[in-house]
């Protein structure tokens, strides 16, 4: 039934950012814009501007760092007073990991951008290799890197690189050196990636492809695997295609979450996949699971308003119960504190209907409080 319904709507309206590519322009005209609040909500007493001082020092562990995508900039974020300071970075930023050594590698329009966290400073901009990037600009469809993620030796940086009107690529850079070491093709716009436990794989999260593509870290060798629980009918006109994914810590699986009704468990071996029931019932983005196995995955808001739920985060035992927690207004993605007790669910979306903050939420009881910070965040990180 869902499947027909979103064909239906995929009728109605020709394209989404979320499903077609397409100029920002068009972006108001989208389903999941009318679905999620099309226009971007004027400050209020529950969103107000950042206007903590500047501290000085170094970073107190703890702290949040965010990807301003709506600007040039990350934003340093005390989790409890709001922001505290800014670095300039590159246009454009969208997914950022941090190492154990307090760098953070930075996917922007312009480079991947390298900051000392500890004293929040940009120590380098590490040009892409790939070709046909076009001019450098901000707005979901831009080129340049979107998802990334870091080697766990640290070793080695994979950002995946979207390449507007075709198939992205997947760039190894070297951590020491700081340059682009190899260049992999992978599907189109690739959202997120993550690696392997045992680093040997990356995963490219192609959302415009219906698919993930694997590739050999050592040899760089590529294969790609259908995602697609609901078909590939609708094509770049779809909504129905995977956005985030999560390594499973338990065997290495990789999870895909769909319109909070279908889990999708992938064995990236033999290219196999599961479908885990999930009740949200609502479009969902972003994606963590944490080493005991829980996963967090930040549902958008309705494609359907007369079908689907609101804006939510799922929070979801590796024994397969969920609890989820209503959000106000869309999200993008989530990262959760040291101790496993709070997650930190970013405001930014890659539509319209975003705001310059980030939900404060408490996984015991539920609560959710909103907190200034950055300018239409997506990307996190807890330092």
Not at 313 to 330: A, H, Q
């Amino acid at each position: 039934m869902r499947r027909l319904v979103l064909a239906a709507t995929a009728v109605v309206v020709l394209a989404t950012g979320c499903a077609a590519q397409q100029s920002d322009a068009a972006d108001a005209n989208s389903p999941e814009t009318s679905a999620s609040s099309a226009s971007k909500p004027p400050d209020s007493p529950t969103s107000p501007k950042p206007s903590s001082p500047k501290t000085t020092g170094k970073t107190p562990d703890g702290t949040l760092l965010v990807a301003d995508f709506g600007s040039d900039t990350v934003t340093f974020v005390d989790p409890d007073r709001g922001a505290i300071d800014s670095v300039r970075v590159g246009e454009a930023p969208y997914g950022l990991v941090v190492g154990e050594d307090g760098r953070a590698w930075v996917a922007t329009a312009e480079g991947v951008a390298v900051v000392d966290t500890h004293e929040r400073k940009r120590t380098d901009l590490v040009a892409y290799e790939t070709e046909d990037l076009g001019p450098v600009t901000g707005g979901e469809y831009r080129g340049g890197g979107m998802g990334i993620a870091l080697a766990p030796d640290g070793d080695h940086v994979y950002v995946g690189v979207n390449v507007p009107g075709g198939n992205g690529t997947l760039e190894t850079i070297d951590t020491g050196t700081r340059e682009v070491t190899d260049v992999t093709g992978v599907g189109r716009r690739p959202f997120d990636v993550d690696v392997s436990r045992d680093g040997r794989e990356v995963y490219a999260t192609d959302h415009d492809s219906f698919d993930v593509t694997v590739v050999d870290a050592r040899t760089h060798d590529a294969r790609r695997i259908e995602v697609a629980p609901y078909g590939t009918e609708g094509g770049l006109g779809s909504w129905l295609k995977p956005h985030y994914a999560a390594v499973r810590p338990s065997d290495g699986r990789l999870l895909f979450p769909f319109e909070g009704e279908k889990l999708v468990v992938v064995d990236p071996d033999t290219g196999r996949s599961t479908i885990e029931r999930m009740t949200a019932n609502t479009h969902q983005h972003g994606v963590t699971v944490t080493p005991d196995g829980t996963l967090l995955a930040v549902g958008t808001g309705p494609i359907d308003p007369s079908r689907d739920e609101g804006p939510s985060l799922s929070v979801r035992t590796k024994d397969g119960k969920e609890k989820v927690i209503p959000l106000d207004g869309p999200h993008e993605d989530v990262a959760v504190s040291a101790d496993g007790r709070t997650a930190y669910v970013t405001g930014g979306f890659t539509r319209d209907g975003y705001w310059n903050g980030i939900s404060v939420v408490d996984l015991d009881s539920g609560d959710v409080r909103r907190l200034a910070a950055g300018e239409r965040p997506l990307g996190i990180a807890v330092l």
